[in-house]
């Protein structure tokens, strides 16, 4: 298949490239770079010997992704186009929902008149709210507690209301966990701006020296050592899920968790990816951050029986890559 990857040179995007083009489809990227660089689109084909197609076009634009449409005959597209930090998202909440709405609304539109009819949303658990766990894709929708979480539970209204009206159009809206780690071959990894929100990064930098200490915040959270537990997912097993996600979408809208089903506390994961690598990781303990939620994992059965996807990469390999990927920076 021919696939147009929106939000392509960034971190799972580039994965799922990869994984893409292992199995054997044809990879066009959108990307305007605002949180990515063009030399992960080189780094894409050195990992794969393959080509990729790359526009630096904003995917909110009509002018830019109109041609885009005409140009090629895809048979679907996977967005991911969107900003994703939680903590801005609430400082600028306009920013959020003007980038993750309407890049949602126009790849739709584009999809509807050019007749393309396979659509896959990074969608992610943060739907979910403050949930019993673990989080099930049957559950009602709670209310999300940032801007960023309300972009994707708006999103994924607007894509099942599209599958409705046009039931030729097939919809999967995966919803992510926490995707940690890097491609094998450390050319491929996440690349935060500034100080990092995610743990895994932050815990990479504190390791090369980068940053002096790393912060947990809170350790009176009910969970098995007081500190916050969540689902990793190995962002290449996130990527082959994308493709199972892609190549099974045959009608209708599918919803499915992408997580391992396994809680992580942060102790352990500072721990994990110690015994990894022989390295120290310092941490200090803060307070909570507002808006945390103690814990939660995914309930990964349906992706499972229908997609035949099981997570297969272990935290230790999520440590590794991590690292691997880091050190390369230089
Ligand atoms: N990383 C996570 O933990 C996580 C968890 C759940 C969901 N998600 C979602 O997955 C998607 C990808 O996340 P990521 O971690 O790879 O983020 P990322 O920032 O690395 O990748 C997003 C890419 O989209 C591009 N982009 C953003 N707006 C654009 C626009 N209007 N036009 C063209 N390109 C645009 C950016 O330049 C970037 O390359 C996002 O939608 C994010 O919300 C991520």
Request: proline share 6%.
């Given at each position: 298949?021919?696939?147009?990857?929106?939000?392509?040179?960034?971190?799972?995007?580039?994965?799922?490239?990869?994984?893409?083009?292992?199995?054997?489809?044809?990879?066009?990227?959108?990307d305007n770079l605002c949180n990515s660089k063009a030399e992960t689109i080189h780094k894409i084909e050195q990992i794969t010997n393959k080509k990729v197609v790359f526009y630096q076009i904003d995917v909110t634009k009509e002018e830019d992704i109109r041609p885009v449409f005409s140009k090629h005959q895809f048979d679907g597209v996977i967005h991911f186009a969107g900003l994703k930090a939680v903590g801005?998202?609430?400082?600028?909440?306009?920013?959020?929902?003007?980038?993750?709405?309407?890049?949602?609304?126009?790849?739709?539109?584009?999809?509807?008149?050019?007749?393309?009819?396979?659509?896959?949303?990074?969608?992610?658990?943060?739907?979910?709210?403050?949930?019993?766990?673990?989080?099930?894709?049957?559950?009602?929708?709670?209310?999300?507690?940032?801007?960023?979480?309300?972009?994707?539970?708006?999103?994924?209204?607007?894509?099942?209301?599209?599958?409705?009206?046009?039931?030729?159009?097939?919809?999967?809206?995966?919803?992510?966990?926490?995707?940690?780690?890097?491609h094998d071959s450390g050319l491929i990894g996440e690349m935060p701006?500034?100080?990092?929100?995610?743990?895994?990064?932050?815990?990479?930098?504190?390791?090369?020296?980068?940053l002096n200490k790393l912060k947990v915040f809170g350790k009176d959270y009910p969970t098995v050592d007081g500190t916050g537990v969540r689902d990793y997912i190995h962002v290449m097993d996130l990527a082959e899920g994308h493709v199972l996600a892609l190549e099974k979408l045959t009608k209708g809208v599918q919803i499915y968790n992408l997580g391992t089903g396994q809680g992580t506390?942060?102790?352990?994961?500072?721990?994990?990816?110690?015994?990894?690598?022989?390295?120290?990781?310092?941490?200090?303990?803060?307070?909570?951050?507002?808006?945390?939620?103690?814990?939660?994992?995914?309930d990964a059965s349906k992706a499972e029986r229908e997609l035949e996807f099981t997570a297969r990469r272990g935290i230790l390999d999520m440590c590794r890559d991590a690292w691997r990927f880091e050190k390369n920076l230089g």
């Open positions: 298949m021919e696939i147009l990857v929106a939000g392509g040179a960034g971190y799972i995007g580039s994965h799922t490239c990869v994984a893409l083009l292992k199995e054997g489809h044809r990879v066009v990227v959108a801005e998202s609430v400082k600028e909440p306009l920013k959020y929902y003007y980038n993750n709405v309407l890049s949602t609304i126009m790849l739709a539109r584009m999809c509807q008149e050019y007749k393309v009819n396979r659509f896959v949303f990074s969608s992610s658990a943060t739907v979910y709210g403050e949930n019993e766990i673990p989080f099930v894709e049957t559950m009602n929708l709670l209310p999300t507690t940032n801007p960023y979480g309300e972009t994707k539970v708006i999103s994924e209204r607007i894509l099942m209301d599209m599958q409705k009206a046009n039931p030729e159009f097939c919809v999967s809206l995966l919803r992510y966990f926490n995707p940690i780690g890097a701006n500034g100080i990092p929100n995610n743990l895994m990064p932050y815990i990479t930098q504190v390791a090369k020296g980068k506390s942060v102790l352990q994961l500072i721990r994990a990816f110690e015994e990894a690598n022989h390295i120290q990781v310092p941490f200090e303990i803060s307070e909570r951050r507002p808006g945390d939620i103690a814990e939660f994992y995914a």
